[in-house]
């Protein structure tokens, strides 16, 4: 049974930091890719960061470039995401999910063509504001 655990949300200021984690069991596979979605209120379900199994391969949504920071420790078989500069613009519950896949452009697409993803977590509230 696949299952995906996301942690690490809280409230914090414009400008701080937080990094989530997503710790994931049950895989048969390792060839599998992992990304980051977030939904704020009234807003539709976007695609953040997605990476592949090695973490050599890394997609950014443009609103969070230069900010955030998406990771993978295989040994734990956990995938991080790190959120520098937070702005108000970021307040979302924040989801893991996965998909299986192999290709570099499949990474990508994780995160940007709807009904890629397999498998979601239960999401963590993040929320900026001061």
């Known amino acids: 049974q696949v299952q995906l655990v996301e942690s690490g949300g809280g409230l914090v200021q414009p400008g701080g930091s937080l990094s989530l984690s997503c710790a994931a069991s049950g895989f048969t596979s390792d060839y599998y890719v992992i990304g980051w979605f977030r939904q704020a209120p009234g807003k539709e379900r976007e695609g953040v960061s997605c990476?592949?199994?090695?973490?050599?391969?890394?997609y950014y949504a443009d609103s969070v470039k230069d900010r955030f920071t998406i990771s993978r420790d295989s040994a734990k078989n956990t995938v991080y995401l790190s959120m520098n500069d937070l702005k108000p613009e970021d307040t979302a519950v924040y989801y893991c999910?996965?998909?299986?896949?192999?290709?570099?452009?499949?990474?990508?697409?994780?995160?940007?063509?709807?009904?890629?993803?397999?498998?979601w977590g239960q999401g963590t509230q993040v929320t900026v504001s001061s």
């Open positions: 990476i592949n199994r090695t973490g050599g391969t890394r």
């Open positions: 999910a996965a998909r299986r896949a192999w290709l570099i452009r499949d990474v990508q697409a994780m995160c940007t063509v709807k009904g890629q993803a397999q498998y």
